[in-house]
């Protein structure tokens, strides 16, 4: 079956410092692969999402991720973290036709002073 | 455009009563999805309409939870009687026939709480 760990229940950096949040996912073909962003009070919003091609995908508010198919990883960077973004953040693999996602448990990222 | 729309923004009921959840999605998509997320777990996936058709209900938890879109516009999840495990965020999404998950757009959610 299909599944997202994301293994770092929180997080911590400090502003200015570099992020970055794992993502491992298992499914059987290729994947299409997303991340997105929760703060508080809002819906989920699309970061990015890698289909096929350049494995480095670029997406908003200066946030990156590297698919790695050989250690099934999609992990999340971003170089320079803002207060702004302390936010819960979420992997997630499209299945079923991409008519559906399976979503990991979620990374809670805060950001210290 | 207006994005996704979700009311109640949170719920508050006792154990054994009904409540109604609705989604409002973006005018013009076909595809509306519901997904739930207990505290603490992964948001999972509820059921997939296709205008006012249930595509996928395999996400469903039980026979207490009875989703409809009538009319393939907004739609309505009803918890009755609702159980204290139904407490969680309750996330609705909308995308065009054609993008499918490529172009989900989420609603701020329904925080229910059952006491």
């Known amino acids: 079956a299909q599944s997202v760990t994301q293994p770092d229940i929180h997080i911590t950096v400090s502003e200015g410092a570099s992020l970055e949040l794992r993502c491992n996912y298992s499914?059987?073909?290729?994947?299409?692969l997303f991340w997105y962003v929760q703060s508080p009070g809002q819906g989920l919003q699309l970061l990015l999402k890698?289909?096929?091609?350049?494995?480095l995908v670029q997406g908003i508010k200066g946030f990156e991720a590297e698919f790695k198919r050989s250690q099934s990883s999609f992990n999340l960077r971003k170089p320079s973290v803002h207060w702004s973004d302390a936010a819960e953040y979420f992997c997630?693999?499209?299945?079923?036709?991409?008519?559906?996602?399976?979503f990991g448990t979620g990374t809670r990222l805060l950001v210290s002073p | 455009e207006a994005g996704v729309t979700q009311f109640p923004s949170h719920s508050v009921i006792e154990k054994g009563q009904t409540v109604t959840l609705r989604c409002d999605p973006i005018s013009g998509h076909d595809n509306l999805y519901w997904y739930r997320r207990v505290m603490g777990k992964e948001i999972k996936f509820l059921l997939h309409?296709?205008?006012?058709?249930?595509?996928?209900e395999s996400g469903m938890p039980n026979n207490r939870f009875l989703a409809e879109r009538t009319g393939g516009t907004y739609s309505t999840l009803k918890v009755q009687p609702a159980e204290l495990e139904d407490s969680g965020v309750y996330f609705c999404a909308s995308s065009q026939q054609s993008t499918g998950n490529y172009g989900y757009t989420f609603g701020s959610g329904t925080r229910l709480t059952v006491v």
């Open positions: 890698y289909f096929s091609g350049d494995t």
């Open positions: 309409f296709v205008k006012e058709s249930k595509q996928d």
């Open positions: 997630a693999v499209g299945v079923s036709g991409f008519q559906k996602l399976v």
């Open positions: 499914y059987g073909a290729t994947p299409y």
